[in-house]
């Protein structure tokens, strides 16, 4: 039956005036590993309006999954390896792939999402992510990853360390698409977490389940 349906599938979409005009740089954001969300509309209207031949298309030419994923009644898309082809965001080591500030920061926004789930924005700044390594169920975990001490309080030369971790990984994220860096803030850390933040929750489902342990290895690792 799946053969049938791929008989009726092709790539003459790539032929459509409007996937020409944009197939090299949404590819590109694809294989780069970005999530596209509505706000990218016209990579995001591209996927939606051809989703089976582009899923058709990466599957042929990549044994790749374009996957169309929605949380907080929001659709994202981001290429997948399928579990059988033993891709790096599914081996049981994936937790490798990623730096230790990369996942506790994706944690953390993971965190902080659900948290602000009901606000139409999760507008993020330094003042609130400085909050939940001082005062967070896990606080004693963030400072020994961040600090490599666990203090009541550090010096200001210190948070600003760590502000600059945080930075890099941000902008790391923005390029994910996880989220949206707000450079008319100046020099300011601020931020909106995208619903794609969700592709942790599912990149570490095994490890969320038991949140405590996988921050005490995390700081094991460090």
Known sequence: MENQDNERINFDFLSEEDVQKNFADLHSCLLSGKHICIDDYSFFSLLEKYEKYWKFFYRSLYAMNLVGDVFDRQTYFYLDFFDSDKGKLV????????????????????????????????????????????????????????????????????????????????????????????????????????????????????????????????????
């Not at 081996?91 to 009901?118: A, K, M």
């Not at 139409?120 to 939940?132: A, F, H, N, P």
């Not at 990984?169 to 390029?175: A, G, K, L, Q």
């Open 91 to 222: 081996e049981p080591s994936r937790s490798n792939q990623l730096t230790e500030i990369q996942t506790i920061t994706g944690l953390v926004l993971l965190d902080i999402y659900y948290h602000r789930y009901f606000d139409e924005k999760k507008i993020i700044y330094w003042t609130d992510i400085q909050s939940l390594i001082k005062d967070s169920e896990y606080h004693e975990q963030y400072k020994k990853l961040l600090f490599g001490v666990i203090r009541d309080s550090y010096t200001e030369q210190e948070w600003l360390a760590v502000e600059r971790r945080f930075r890099n990984t941000i902008n790391s994220f923005d390029r994910f698409g996880w989220v949206s860096i707000m450079p008319e803030q100046g020099k300011d850390l601020v931020f909106e977490i995208k619903p794609a933040i969700y592709r942790m929750s599912k990149l570490y489902e095994t490890e969320l389940s038991d949140l405590e342990n996988f921050a005490v290895r995390l700081t094991n690792n460090n």
